[in-house]
């Protein structure tokens, strides 16, 4: 399942630069305590056009705390809002238009508290049908 071919230049670094930010803390309550906080975004046509987009946040160690979401799409905001975190880990899901051509998503997830931040990319190509409402 590899959605992101087309970007995994992007992904790499990001994962290269992560694995230095989740270097072991020497106390729980370090106010410098490392984030192990990961996001995934995907994004796929669904059936009628629009497209579902799904973040899937990894926050090992965070329970209970609160992230701030921000998604965009070519650039606009499509969420934006508030999670607290119960178990260590949450999605957010958004459907949204398909524009035409290819649509670019980005998300960030900041923890509130700490600061730490992770952000991911991807993008759907466009082609199929174009409705006109």
Partial sequence: MNRKSLAIGM???????????????????DSHHRSSISCDLSASRVHGGD??????????????????????????????????????????????DNERGTDWFKATVKNERTGDRCTDWVRVSGGGHHHNH
């Fill in 51 to 96: 497209i579902k987009v799904v973040l899937d946040v990894d926050s090992k160690g965070y329970q209970g705390r609160y992230f701030k979401v921000r998604i965009w799409q070519n650039g606009d905001t499509i969420v934006h809002r508030t999670v607290r975190d119960r178990d260590g880990d949450f999605k957010v899901r958004k459907y949204t």
């Fill in 11 to 29: 992904i790499i670094p990001l994962a290269a630069a992560s694995a230095v930010a989740t270097a072991p803390a020497a106390s729980a309550r």
